[in-house]
């Protein structure tokens, strides 16, 4: 997550610069359905959990009713699934790729934007999470099926990532929804849940700057932070079944990738350690300097969306 101002600020810089996008509503989902739609953008109003949800849906322009892969890529506390996918860019990887990428948004009003229900876990600023708060791992396991029924979407090629709060968010459905979700990509976030009760080994790969003032690469910080990055990566490691000692390279200048291989059932561990880089995606689009001053650097040295792309399919159900 990132602190409000921040939040607020992507939330603007995503009105400026998204298209304006078709509201509906969606149908009542029929398993086993492969609906076709038209390749572009549209904003979901969904009845979920009691609730009305709202996903901002990507659909790629080589969509031809062809099942194809699905990322929900979740914003960080205080954000918008707008202020999301403006921040991420991660539309275009979806056309150049061909896979049907969903922002959908917390319920936790946070000033302009929202916060996720992370099971177990304070608010920034280490605040309770507030009374009726909805079960925001229902909400996401439940948005796959809804957008299952409305596009053609490979159930075996499913997927999470997410930003701060969002990643702490997608290392919880690595933990609890371990028969929808395939493979999880924190973004500035990563930690392994307690309890962790999913008995598949799931493949992670995240990425984290080692100058991020909001959740310190080293630790220390908020209340739900804690420990390293490092050392969340090894909890992984030990969740999954991974050989203790992992492997280490320089995939770029300033990056160090780690990895933690034979693991149980195929699965890997990796970490993208980015020299300087502030709570940023790596790679994603340039924020003006007022933001970078509260975020800490940008860096361009590895693109997340590109290796989390080709690590997610290496890595079906």
């Not at 205080?78 to 921040?87: D, K, R, V």
């Not at 439940?142 to 159930?155: G, K």
């Not at 979700?181 to 999913?198: I, K």
Request: proline share 8%; net charge positive.
């Amino acid at each position: 997550m990132f602190p409000v101002r921040a939040g607020a600020g992507l939330a603007l810089i995503a009105t400026l610069a998204a298209c304006a996008v078709q509201v509906s509503h969606a149908a009542t989902p029929r398993p086993g359905s492969c609906a076709t739609a038209k390749p572009g953008t549209t904003t979901l109003s969904l009845q979920i959990g009691g609730r009305t949800r709202t996903a901002i849906v990507h659909v790629p322009s080589g969509y031809r009713g062809k099942a194809v892969p699905l990322v929900l890529n979740l914003h960080g506390s205080g954000s918008t699934a707008a202020a999301q996918e403006a921040f991420t860019g991660m539309d275009a990887t979806a056309d150049a790729d061909t896979f049907i990428v969903a922002y959908p948004q917390g319920a936790i009003t946070d000033g302009s934007g929202f916060d996720w229900n992370v099971p177990n876990e304070p608010l920034i600023g280490g605040g309770k999470v507030p009374a009726g708060a909805p079960n925001d791992v229902a909400f996401l396991v439940q948005l796959v099926t809804q957008l299952r029924a409305r596009y053609c979407i490979d159930p075996l090629r499913v997927y999470a990532t997410g930003f701060s709060g969002g990643a702490r968010m997608t290392s919880q459905l690595g933990c609890a929804a371990t028969g929808t979700f395939a493979a999880v990509a924190p973004v500035s976030g990563l930690r392994l849940p307690t309890p962790c009760t999913g008995t598949r080994a799931v493949p992670v790969v995240s990425f984290h700057g080692t100058a991020d003032p909001v959740d310190p690469y080293n630790g220390g910080g908020q209340k739900y932070w804690g420990y390293s990055v490092p050392t969340a990566a090894k909890r992984w490691a030990a969740h999954d079944g991974c050989g203790a000692k992992p492997s280490t390279g320089k995939p770029a200048s300033g990056v160090t990738e780690t990895t933690y291989g034979s693991c149980r059932s195929g699965a890997r561990v990796e970490l993208y350690t980015i020299s300087g880089e502030g709570h940023e995606w790596p790679g994603g689009p340039t924020l003006p300097r007022r933001y970078t001053a509260l975020l800490g650097p940008q860096s361009d040295a590895v693109s997340a969306n590109a290796v989390m792309w080709s690590f997610f399919a290496a890595h079906p159900l």
